[in-house]
T-cell receptor, first 119, second 111 residues
């Protein structure tokens, strides 16, 4: 089946630094990718929808200047957590929706997640 | 928030029993999907049901969808200890091309 990778899988950083997380669709093209955040014992919260070649659409309450999203190619989207603070510590998961001629598919493929710890 | 709600939040059953989880959502959907997540791990896609479908089966899983009530249920029959995980519904929303997860049900199957 289709594979989505995330890198890094785990990152620990100091408060105030910026962290970049990559999401790649390995064997398909994805016009649309999604970024989620999950706190312990909670559900996945959609942060933003990333569209190739255009600006991301952020969910209410998500700071676009804090969480920079770049979807520069059909197989890569990046999430940069700028000036990270301990409250940004979370599990970040991306997903990719394959593009087909004539539209999008129903199926999404999820990455394995990135655990961010900000000290 | 567009997030759906699931109940129960937590469910503990004996191995061999059936487990039923419910999901309610707020907007019109293209489809609804169920996922499983083991603690601290990624998501595993279980089943997708489209808005024009009412019931779907996959192995020990049975999913129903009632679009008039904006609700879905996931039934796991003959549960096993390995079914212990968190289960989430997720709605694929037509407008805005967005995908929202429910609050999740934590299932514990006792051997």
């Amino acid at each position: 089946g289709a594979v989505v990778s995330q890198h890094p899988s785990r990152v620990i950083c100091k408060s105030g630094t910026s962290v970049k997380i990559e999401c790649r669709s390995l064997d398909f093209q994805a016009t649309t990718m999604f970024w989620y955040r999950q706190f312990p014992k909670q559900s996945l919260m959609l942060m933003a929808t990333s569209n190739e070649g255009s600006k991301a659409t952020y969910e209410q309450g998500v700071e676009k200047d804090k969480f920079l999203i770049n979807h520069a190619s059909l197989t890569l989207s990046t999430l940069t957590v700028t000036s990270a603070h301990p409250e940004d510590s979370s599990f970040y998961i991306c997903s990719a929706r394959p593009s087909l001629a004539g539209g999008l598919t129903d199926t999404q493929y999820f990455g394995p997640g990135t655990r961010l710890t900000v000290l | 928030s567009q997030q759906g709600e699931e109940d129960p939040q937590a469910l503990s059953i004996q191995e061999g029993e059936n487990a039923t989880m419910n999901c309610s959502y707020k907007t019109s959907i293209n489809n609804l999907q169920w996922y499983r997540q083991n603690s601290g791990r990624g998501l595993v896609h279980l089943i997708l049901i489209r808005s024009n479908e009412r019931e779907k089966h996959s192995g020990r899983l049975r999913v129903t969808l009632d679009t008039s009530k904006k609700s879905s249920s996931l039934l796991i029959t003959a549960s096993r200890a390995a079914d212990t995980a968190s289960y989430f519904c997720a709605t694929d929303v037509w407008i805005g091309n967005q995908f929202y997860f429910g609050t999740g049900t934590s299932l514990t199957v006792i051997p």
